[in-house]
């Protein structure tokens, strides 16, 4: 496949484009890799249709991109331990990622973002949402946007994978899919507004899942601010719902968007795999 062949069109929501004429299971030329990665920066999240591309192809793609980052909690597929399965079996109630988040903002270095395959769909449901955090950042008020510059927040994956959390308390439920608690250390502190590490546009870098508050204010004070946040960065207008077909790939960056598994399909069984990549610090 020639690289210039490739095209991006943009959804028709808030975030996101179809990545069009690329055969991921090819090995990627340098330019193609140069394309796809601006493309990422640019749309926060790149879907592509009707891949045929194997654990090994798929693999092969995400270190054309870069180096992977192996998660600590999740299980790794049979046989290849860099990539993770995000799994809901039948008689599991809850699934991975139910609330808007962004993966690894506890890690100093968050991951860049994830290249995510449907392997077993439902036969209905289960579709991802992800929303656009340039988009959210730019239609605040000059006056918030003052104020949130020169903010910085506390993440932590404690509350989320530790001893404490909910997906441990209900370990039955979650067993084989979230384990090793005691891994649960990762505290970070990031800029509540990043520069886009590709793109160079400012990004708002907090999440539901994983921010603790605002260096410096109470937790109530952070609290009501996150919660204003957290309402406005999920409005409809910022938002794209993406209906995972056989053969569809989602590559999201993680510091440009948050993504929201719907958890919409009990009692059949929901298989993805996900290759992570390594990111980058993060700057204001
Ligand atoms: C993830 C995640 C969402 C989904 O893999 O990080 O949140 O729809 N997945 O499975
Ligand atoms: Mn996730």
């Given at each position: 496949?020639?690289?210039?062949s ?21 090995p ?15 749309h ?18 995400a270190?054309c ?21 995000v ?5 599991q109630k809850?699934a ?13 270095i ?13 036969s209905?449901?289960g ?15 000059d ?25 441990n308390?209900?370990?039955?439920d ?50 009501a ?5 957290y ?11 993406f ?28 298989l993805?795999h996900?290759?992570?990549?390594e ?5 204001a």
């Open positions: 496949m020639l690289s210039n490739v095209s991006f069109r943009r959804t028709n929501g808030g975030v996101g484009a179809f990545v069009e004429n690329v055969d991921l299971s090819e990627l030329s340098p330019e193609l890799v140069n394309t796809l990665k601006s493309g990422l920066g640019e926060g999240v790149l879907f592509f249709r009707d891949q045929d591309i194997d654990a090994d192809a798929h693999q092969a793609f270190e991109l870069g180096n992977i980052d192996i998660n600590r909690f999740f299980k790794p597929v049979d046989g290849y331990p860099k990539i993770a399965e799994r809901k079996e039948p008689d809850y991975i990622g139910e609330d808007w988040h962004t993966d690894h903002s506890y890690d100093q968050p991951a860049l973002g994830s290249i995510l395959l449907a392997r077993e769909l439902p209905r449901g579709d991802t949402m992800f929303s656009n955090m340039y988009a959210a950042y730019e239609a605040l008020s006056g918030l946007k003052e104020v949130l510059d020169g903010l910085q927040a506390n993440h932590s994956s404690r509350h989320r994978f530790g001893y404490q959390s909910t997906a308390k209900n370990s039955k979650t067993g084989g899919r979230l384990g090793n608690p005691d891994l649960a250390t990762q505290d970070a502190v990031h800029p509540v507004v990043i520069t886009h590490p590709i793109s160079g546009k400012k990004a708002l870098y907090v999440n539901r899942a994983f921010t603790l508050g605002f260096v410096g204010w109470t937790e109530a004070e952070s609290k601010l996150l919660d204003l946040l309402n406005h960065a999920s409005q409809p207008e910022f938002t794209y719902r209906e995972w077909e056989p053969g569809s790939v989602a590559m999201w960056d993680n510091r440009a968007t948050w993504h929201k598994a719907l958890n919409d399909y009990h009692g059949e069984r929901r993805m996900r290759i992570t990549l990111g980058e610090a993060l700057y």
